[in-house]
């Protein structure tokens, strides 16, 4: 079956303007997590979903960033007013047991 | 901030050759997860072990941990041009979420 998707796979924003991530999900996958991967580092949490409740924001940065999963499948993650430390590459992942995470592909952002 | 450290940061070996990298991490666990990450792409799972766990096998893979020295290993033997790529530990200590370490950057030259 088909894996987590993210779109776009690559964003080029100026500093101030806001964008909007988005991850499918593998279809029947209840929890969702977002993660941020700084250039040469490993990935940090951000969030994480249970269906659409969101249980746990506290790897947000700031509140320019926020996340929802209004149906309990997809999920966007806006980032508002955008800055250059913002540029990363933002990972979505899904999981069906509460332990393995499958994960997206990832969308680059590059903030200028 | 992260917490499981990887060591090395950066290792190169021989087609063939067996490599280990190392993690170790600071607070106590559920399990512990290695996932390798190709240049450019998402994360891959590669096997999880459980903290009431000591090894565990999968394919070319052996992991292991030690609960009492907080670290665990990822050795792959007999190493493939396949098998470059950056490897990494992640802790989950409940609530789900993964910590992941920085990561040991594998070449393996043909």
């Known amino acids: 079956g088909a894996g987590v998707s993210q779109s776009p796979r690559y964003k080029v924003a100026k500093r101030g303007q806001d964008v909007a991530l988005r991850c499918d999900p593998i279809?029947?996958?209840?929890?969702l997590f977002w993660y941020q991967q700084a250039l040469g580092q490993g990935p940090e949490f951000l969030t994480y979903?249970?269906?659409?409740?969101?249980?746990?924001k506290s790897g947000l940065p700031s509140d320019r960033f926020f996340a929802e999963r209004p149906e309990g499948s997809v999920s966007t993650l806006k980032i508002q007013r955008t800055q250059q430390e913002d540029s990363a590459v933002y990972l979505c992942?899904?999981?069906?047991?509460?332990?393995?995470?499958?994960f997206g592909p990832g969308t680059r952002l590059l903030v200028l | 901030s992260q917490q499981g450290e990887e060591d090395p940061q950066a290792l190169s070996i021989q087609e063939g050759e067996n490599a280990t990298m190392n993690c170790s991490y600071k607070t106590s666990i559920n399990n512990l997860q290695w996932y390798r990450q190709n240049s450019g792409r998402g994360l891959v799972h590669l096997i999880l072990?459980?903290?009431?766990?000591r090894e565990k096998h999968s394919g070319r893979l052996r992991v292991t941990l030690d609960t009492s020295k907080k670290s665990s290993s990822l050795l792959i033997t007999a190493s493939r041009a396949a098998d470059t790529a950056s490897y990494f530990c992640?802790?989950?200590?409940?609530?789900?979420?993964?910590?992941f370490g920085q990561g040991t950057r594998l070449t393996i030259n043909p």
């Open positions: 992942a899904s999981s069906f047991d509460a332990e393995t995470q499958y």
């Open positions: 072990i459980r903290s009431n766990e």
């Open positions: 992640a802790i989950e200590r409940g609530a789900q979420k993964l910590v």
């Open positions: 979903f249970q269906n659409e409740a969101q249980l746990d």
């Open positions: 279809s029947g996958h209840v929890s």
